[in-house]
């Protein structure tokens, strides 16, 4: 159980382009998603807070009109990368947790989407 | 704000032996401690948590100790498997159900 898909896997594109991950819950529900990037040989660093029926919670330094997140469902989150230029090639990963918010409940994390500016 | 801290970057232990890895925090103190395994080009999985009142957890060949006077966290794997290669991270909760993670620690079971 609490299996997180996140699609696509990975995107190559030019630069100027927008992407649009998707991260979503299959046999749960999630009220709270989190949003993830991961550069080569770094550790996951926290982007954004996904609340279902609220605008998102982004941490500091991470630009909110260039990073657009949408909590539409309790089994959907998106997350849009605007107008990517290559500094923004990453590995975005996303996670859920069936728990409520403040709840000490394992997340679980999507496969991740590799993207590649060019 | 918090800082984490994993001993190394990379370890590499013979198959069957026990693999001791270290994580250490600093300007927090979390209610509770998080181990994932995270494989090359996959989202981490989760594997053990721990709360502060706990000093041990142990989830078949997995062992985590939590001693919050130290601010560290001990990862075990006895009887390590080639299998077990992969990149082990600690995090610690944050206040909204977020996680903040460390650098992680590669770990090769050498056969």
């Known amino acids: 159980g609490a299996v997180v898909s996140q699609h696509p896997s990975w995107v190559i594109c030019k630069s100027g382009t927008s992407v649009k991950i998707e991260c979503r819950s299959l046999?749960?529900?999630?009220?709270?998603m989190f949003w993830y990037r991961q550069f080569p040989k770094q550790s996951l660093m926290l982007m954004a807070t996904s609340n279902e029926g609220s605008k998102a919670t982004y941490e500091q330094g991470v630009e909110k009109d260039k990073f657009l997140i949408n909590h539409a469902s309790l089994t959907l989150s998106t997350l849009t990368v605007t107008s990517a230029h290559p500094e923004d090639s990453s590995f975005y990963i996303c996670?859920?947790?069936?728990?409520?918010?403040?709840?000490?409940?394992?997340?679980?994390f999507g496969d991740g989407t590799r993207l590649s500016i060019l | 704000s918090q800082k984490i801290e994993q001993n190394s970057e990379a370890l590499n232990i013979q198959e069957g032996k026990t693999a001791t890895l270290t994580c250490n925090y600093t300007?927090?103190?979390?209610?509770?401690l998080q181990w994932y395994r995270q494989d090359p080009g996959r989202g981490p999985v989760f594997l053990l948590l721990i709360r502060e009142n706990e000093k041990e957890k142990r989830k078949e060949r997995l062992k985590v100790t939590f001693d919050t006077t130290l601010k560290q966290s001990l990862f075990h794997i006895t009887a390590s498997q080639p299998a077990d290669s992969a990149t082990y991270l600690c995090?610690?909760?944050?206040?909204?159900?977020?996680?903040?993670f460390g650098t992680g620690t590669r770990l090769t079971v050498i056969p």
């Open positions: 300007n927090y103190s979390p209610a509770y």
């Open positions: 995090a610690l909760a944050g206040g909204a159900n977020n996680l903040f």
């Open positions: 046999d749960f529900q999630a009220t709270t």
């Open positions: 996670s859920a947790s069936p728990g409520t918010t403040n709840s000490n409940q394992p997340q679980h």
